[in-house]
């Protein structure tokens, strides 16, 4: 269904790649406005739906988060632009980047290791299981909470 201007929403979804129930839930959240909706009450949107949700899934797929993405976006709605603002949001998404390649490289290190030792694939006693039962002495025991 598509009137002249307007996208239905399977468009919008095959034409940027997106789910159609993921196009919902951004609505939902208030990343994506709601359209107007038809007489028969099907979801109409714009090229400017189109474009927001181009840019909602870039910043996704670079890893920002939901709020993050709202931030953004309210930056980017303001006339000024204010580029400093921006900065400061993408430099923490970048320190927290940073920080889970240091983590994954990390597990890499371990897992390499464990798999070295599991190299010839024989017998009953495996060190990858003993492994990942065994306690990670870089982590604090976690204090159970009683509520």
Not at 5 to 15: E, F, H, N, P, S
Not at 126 to 133: E, F, G, K, S, W
Request: charge should be positive; aromatic fraction near 6%; include cysteine.
């Amino acid at each position: 269904m598509e009137q002249r201007g307007w996208i239905a929403i399977g468009r919008l979804a095959k034409d940027t790649g997106t789910n159609v129930e993921t196009i919902r839930y951004y609505e939902r959240v208030g990343l994506l406005p709601a359209p107007p909706r038809s007489e028969g009450g099907y979801r109409l949107y714009r090229v400017e739906h189109l474009k927001r949700l181009n840019f909602i899934r870039r910043a996704r797929g670079l890893g920002f988060s939901i709020g993050e993405i709202r931030r953004l976006l309210r930056l980017g709605d303001e006339r000024k632009r204010p580029c400093a603002e921006v900065r400061i949001v993408a430099e923490a998404h970048l320190k927290d980047v940073q920080a889970k390649i240091v983590d994954l490289r990390r597990m890499e290190r371990v897992l390499k290791a464990t798999v070295a030792r599991c190299a010839d694939g024989g017998g009953t006693h495996c060190p990858l299981i003993d492994a990942l039962y065994r306690d990670d002495p870089d982590r604090r025991p976690a204090t159970p909470q009683l509520n």
